[in-house]
Nanobody, 123 residues
Framework: QVQLVESGGGLVQAGGSLRLSCAASGRTFSSYAMGWFRQAPGKEREFLAAISNRGFRTYYADSVKGRFTISRDNAKNTVNLQMNSLKPKNTAVYYC????????????????WGQGTQVTVSS
């Protein structure tokens, strides 16, 4: 139901940082838990981070804990992913996702996906 548009992807050198943003449409953004997944070519979708509808709870995959930070601004209908210390193996398409259930964000069984934004990390 909610429409999602990611931005902020691009090319970055190893060790660098990127900040991804996701803009959501509609008046019910604050009712949705949000999160980020990524998918590299030939690989399964990988959970990265999740945030509750009010932003009080966050969850991270072990692979990104301490390097990535998820945040949201319900007044602006946006969710962000700050990515630091990027590695070449982090090259993937990054997706913004939304669901009314936080558990669905973690498992990827969500109702809404964005189109994705490409992140390429060079060595």
């Amino acid at each position: 139901q909610v429409q999602l548009v990611e931005s902020g992807g691009g090319l970055v050198q190893a060790g660098g940082s990127l900040r991804l943003s996701c803009a959501a449409s509609g008046r019910t953004f604050s009712s949705y838990a949000m999160g980020w997944f990524r998918q590299a070519p030939g690989k399964e979708r990988e959970f990265l981070a999740a945030i509750s509808n009010r932003g009080f709870r966050t969850y991270y995959a072990d692979s990104v804990k301490g390097r990535f930070t998820i945040s949201r601004d319900n007044a602006k209908n946006t969710v962000n992913l700050q990515m630091n210390s990027l590695k070449p193996k982090n090259t993937a398409v990054y997706y913004c996702i939304a669901d009314q259930a936080l558990k669905s964000i973690v498992t990827g069984t969500v109702t809404c996906w964005g189109q994705g934004t490409q992140v390429t990390v060079s060595s």
